[in-house]
């Protein structure tokens, strides 16, 4: 029993030195990259290039941002009532989604700090310890399958950057949405994973996640999109891989809101002569996107936790 203990803690400590090791190696790099492409760069081109952007497409970026976080909200009203039915108001679904996402996009360490900011919230609902958890592992699900709806459809449609051989990945991703939904149009209401169980949601649940999960990474591609001049972001669908693949390093980094590794990526799909107006587009994606939705749910979060300390005072 022991040798067996052993051999389970080893394997855990070597997947942690190679999940830090990973992280150091995307962070190492996106600095380097960040060092040679911003050493080349003159501030007042930047400057320029943010003075450039068309307010049309400043107030068209903030449209983009509201659809988004209004998906990922949604995210959290269907996990809660998956795990925790009718138990919580819509008010507090609503406020607790939209919060936890706008603080860990922002923080990072999504697992640590979107649990402890859900069980702060939802615990003043009565929901336990073990269901924030259920709930955080549903929403990372559905989150992770907007990336791979969006990814599917891109490489289904051939964009340039797939070179001709998308189509085959995308027919595969297709057919493994096929058998999830398949799965859970039978008579499955939970999964278990060793001693970690959760509800699942229902086909017709999972498939409307599936519609939101691509809206929202529409719309999360079109603030970066529109903040882009319209001469060096090409067409859509092939800018779609480029910021798929920036965020996914971003959330492997580690770091706060994956600043570093999304930037450096970005800028490494374009040529130099366009970075400096690619990273003013990265600047102004950053505002709308990151720091807007970061400020107004710090004052909520503040004004929920001050709310919190009156009541129990009284």
Not at 28 to 46: E, P, Q, S, T
Not at 97 to 115: E, P, R, S, V
Not at 181 to 205: C, N
């Amino acid at each position: 029993m022991t040798d067996k203990h052993d051999k389970a803690d080893a394997k855990a400590a070597v997947l942690r030195v190679a999940k830090y090791l990973l992280t150091a190696a995307i962070v190492g790099g996106a600095v380097f990259l960040l060092h040679r492409y911003i050493a080349r760069m003159a501030w007042a081109d930047v400057r320029e290039a943010i003075d450039r952007i068309p307010r049309w497409h400043v107030a068209g970026a903030i449209g983009a941002t509201l659809v988004s976080w209004t998906c990922l909200t949604a995210y959290d009203v269907f996990a809660v009532e998956t795990v925790v039915p009718g138990r919580v108001s819509m008010r507090m679904k609503i406020f607790s989604g939209f919060t936890t996402h706008a603080i860990c996009n922002a923080l990072g360490f999504h697992a640590i700090t979107g649990t402890a900011l859900r069980y702060r919230m939802l615990a003043t609902q009565g929901v336990s310890a073990a269901n924030v958890a259920r709930i955080v592992g549903l929403v990372g699900f559905a989150v992770a399958l907007g990336f791979a709806s969006v990814t599917c459809i891109a490489l289904m449609l051939e964009p340039s950057i797939a070179l001709g051989w998308g189509r085959w990945p995308g027919v595969v991703l297709v057919v493994l949405f096929a058998v999830l939904l398949r799965w859970l149009a039978g008579k499955h209401d939970e999964l278990k994973v060793w001693k970690f169980s959760t509800p699942v949601p229902s086909a017709r649940s999972a498939a409307a996640q599936i519609v939101i999960g691509i809206v929202e990474m529409v719309a999360a591609i079109t603030v970066m999109y529109l903040l882009l001049p319209a001469g060096i972001a090409g067409s859509f669908l092939d800018f779609a891989p480029i910021y798929v693949g920036a965020i996914l390093a971003g959330i492997i980094s580690n770091t706060p809101g994956g600043i570093g590794a999304f930037e450096a990526l970005t800028l490494a799909a374009f040529p130099q002569e366009q970075r400096a107006e690619v990273l003013a587009a990265l600047l102004a994606y950053r505002a709308i996107y990151g720091f807007g939705p970061l400020v107004l749910a710090s004052v909520a979060f503040g004004a929920f936790e001050l709310r919190q300390r009156v009541r129990v005072a009284a």
